[in-house]
């Protein structure tokens, strides 16, 4: 890990792109704005070490995911930055990904869900 590199969790390759790993957890069932800002704030100062931050959000529901006023205006102000939606079952442990149309990805195959 680069020395100045700092605060996000992995430094990556997938494929031939080197990209950098974070995630937020939705404590209370919530995400918070301020741990998006704060996350968000790190994002230029290690843009040198990633062509993107991947930014994994973490829940236990899909309700967590009705964001506070202003998330999606602060994330598309970053053009380096994209989210991935998760979805946390702790009765059976496993994440899946919950896509843009609503559907809960439990498994993919050579990058295709199943």
């Known amino acids: 890990m680069p020395r100045d ?3 996000y969790r992995h430094l990556m390759q997938i494929g031939d792109r080197q990209v950098m790993l974070h995630w937020l957890y939705a404590r209370y069932g919530l995400f918070e704005l301020n ?11 290690n843009a040198s070490y990633g062509e ?5 959000l973490v829940a236990e529901s899909r309700e967590a995911f009705a964001f506070p ?6 994330c598309d ?6 989210t991935v ?4 079952d702790r009765d059976w442990p496993e994440v899946g990904e919950l896509r843009s ?4 990805v439990l498994e ?5 869900p199943l």
């Open 77 to 82: 102000s970053h053009d380096k930055l994209r």
């Open 85 to 88: 939606q998760l979805i946390f």
């Open 52 to 56: 993107e931050l991947i930014l994994c």
């Open 108 to 112: 993919y195959y050579k990058g295709r």
């Open 35 to 45: 741990e998006l800002v704060e996350a968000l704030r790190h994002l230029e100062g």
């Open 69 to 74: 006023e202003g998330w999606q205006d602060l």
């Open 101 to 104: 149309d609503g559907e809960l």
């Open 5 to 7: 590199y700092h605060w």
